[in-house]
């Protein structure tokens, strides 16, 4: 068995609006996160809002299919005597000590977390960053230190603060792009030599489908995407060129990489228009990795936008930044793979949402519906890798399950632990099969979270089980599951041992 790098970059991941709690503590504002409800497998999370004139109060959706519409003279709000599972979520707010030090006994080697960009811009476009918000994250970088776990910080993980989609529009705004560098160049010089790596939008291709979520924005439209988009791309590379500036400057070695959601997708049968089908609906993830990464706006995004006749408010400066300052790697999450059929109607049911296509009749799902597919991690990396020829990072990988905790506190996660190993072994095999370049990997929500997706805390991915319910009932204590040890093991053999 071949081993993994010694460098490898072991380590789980997490983000600040799922995890990190302390809602109105440090003098952090509201970022559009903190105004979605919790939802399930079969309600759908929904954002809330409030007409300041005449006192209405309701709820929309949030996208993933389900629509979102704020009626005229609407802004999203907190309601009183709603259920928000980001303000306490697990909250590492008052646990990181407890956390980071569960990470170091797993010997963590990595720890991906999100900054709450609110926490430190509490409205976004404020002339000075709080210096509460500040302090707190270099407590929880000198914290990481004392175990020697390099933080991966991503800046905006499905959050922005509440302000800027109600005074600017959000990201379809080209303000927001200064609003963003401000914010990064602010955290850059303060953790200059506590913070080596950065990711500076989550999934940033789910503004194809949750603009709000990925973007602050209120509505959702070929052109409001497109521009969210684009202002995003842009912000990025001022990112880029703001880091290696203070490389240049400093002597520091700070990288910038782009965060994508990316899944294989499969073609149900061999009819080539199911091929064509699996081309079109890549490009709809890999056109955000063409520009970010590769830096090039490609063809088929451009046409498409033609036909849609969406016009972008750009500037010729614009590109020569995409191209100058693409990102320094390409990080991604990757639960599973998804299938897709034009003969919808010799199908059976559905694939976990409904950016997942249909099931997939060799594959095994969770309770939520997602695909337990180990080769398509395989499949992931050779892809990406022969497309950009730039080092990548596993930053999400991992199976939500409803965990039942035994009396004395412990989790008997078989399943989990079968996830990993399998998940494992054919990252293991990209890297030395196929000669992909793979910094590290980061399971997801390695300490119990709320999902992303649901709002619900039962959907549970960590190591570390986490005393809550999904009605914010519990004590928040933390116990250790059966793949606690199993990854310790997995770590301290440099991949070697996934017994
Ligand atoms: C990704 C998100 C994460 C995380 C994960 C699992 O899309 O970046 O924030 O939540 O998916 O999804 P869920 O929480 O819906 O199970």
Same mark, same amino acid.
């Given at each position: 068995m071949s081993k993994f790098p010694k460098d490898f970059l072991w380590g789980g991941a997490t983000a600040a609006n799922q995890y !990190? @709690? &302390?809602? $109105? !503590? &440090?003098g952090k504002g509201i970022n559009t996160s903190d105004v979605l409800t919790a939802g399930s497998h079969t309600t759908p999370r929904r954002i809330s809002w409030k007409n300041p004139e005449t006192g209405e109060t309701g709820y929309t959706g949030m996208g993933f299919g389900a629509e979102m519409k704020f009626p005229e003279g609407s802004i999203p709000a907190i309601l009183e005597g709603e259920y928000y599972p980001s303000h306490v979520a697990t909250d590492f707010y008052h646990h990181f000590r407890e956390d980071i030090a569960l990470m170091g006994e797993m010997g963590f080697k990595t720890f991906r977390l999100s900054m709450n960009w609110a926490r430190i811009f509490p409205n976004g476009d404020d002339a000075e960053p709080c210096e509460a918000g500040l302090a707190f994250y270099d407590e929880v970088f000198d914290e990481c230190k004392k175990y020697g776990i390099e933080p991966l910080v991503t800046l905006s993980h499905y959050e922005t603060p509440l302000n800027l989609t109600i005074r600017y529009g959000g990201w379809k705004n080209r303000a927001c792009i200064a609003f963003f560098e401000k914010y990064a160049k602010t955290v850059f010089r303060r953790y200059l030599g506590k913070v080596k790596y950065y990711l500076t939008f989550n999934e940033i291709n789910c503004m194809e489908w949750a603009t709000f979520m990925a973007g602050g924005m209120m509505e959702n439209t070929p052109q409001s995407r497109a521009q969210g988009a684009h202002n995003q791309f842009v912000a990025s590379a001022l990112a880029v060129k703001a880091a290696h500036e203070l490389n240049a400057e400093s002597g520091s070695d700070i990288m910038v990489g782009q965060m994508l959601a990316y899944q294989p997708m499969y073609a149900y049968t061999c009819d080539p228009a199911d091929q064509l089908l699996i081309m079109q609906n890549s490009h709809g993830g890999l056109f955000y990795s063409d520009v970010q990464t590769g830096g090039h706006y490609p063809a088929y995004r451009l046409k498409q936008y033609e036909r849609e006749g969406v016009v972008l408010d750009d500037t010729p400066e614009d590109y020569e930044l995409l191209e100058k300052y693409s990102a320094d790697f390409l990080s991604f999450s990757c639960y599973g793979s998804s299938v897709f059929t034009t003969h919808m109607d010799e199908v059976e049911g559905g694939g976990g949402n409904l950016i997942m296509g249909i099931k997939n009749p060799y594959l095994q799902t969770n309770a939520w519906g997602w695909a337990t597919d180990p080769a398509c991690l395989r499949i992931a990396l050779n892809t990406l890798y022969d497309r950009y020829h730039k080092p990548l990072w596993i930053v999400e990988n991992g199976i939500g399950w409803d965990d039942k905790k035994e009396e004395d506190g412990s989790v008997h996660d078989s399943y989990r632990i079968d996830y990993l190993r399998a998940n494992i072994a054919s990252m293991r095999d990209a890297i030395n099969l196929d000669g992909v370049d793979l910094m590290g990997y980061t399971m997801w929500g390695c300490i119990d979270l709320v999902s $992303? @997706?649901? @709002? !619900?805390?039962?959907k549970r991915y960590g190591f570390v089980y986490v005393d809550r319910d999904d009605q914010g009932n519990g004590t928040l204590a933390r116990s250790r599951k059966d793949s606690f040890y199993w990854y310790k093991k997995v770590i301290a053999s440099d991949g070697e041992d996934l017994s």
């Open positions: !990190e @709690g &302390g809602f $109105a !503590e &440090g $992303a @997706g649901t @709002g !619900e805390m039962k």
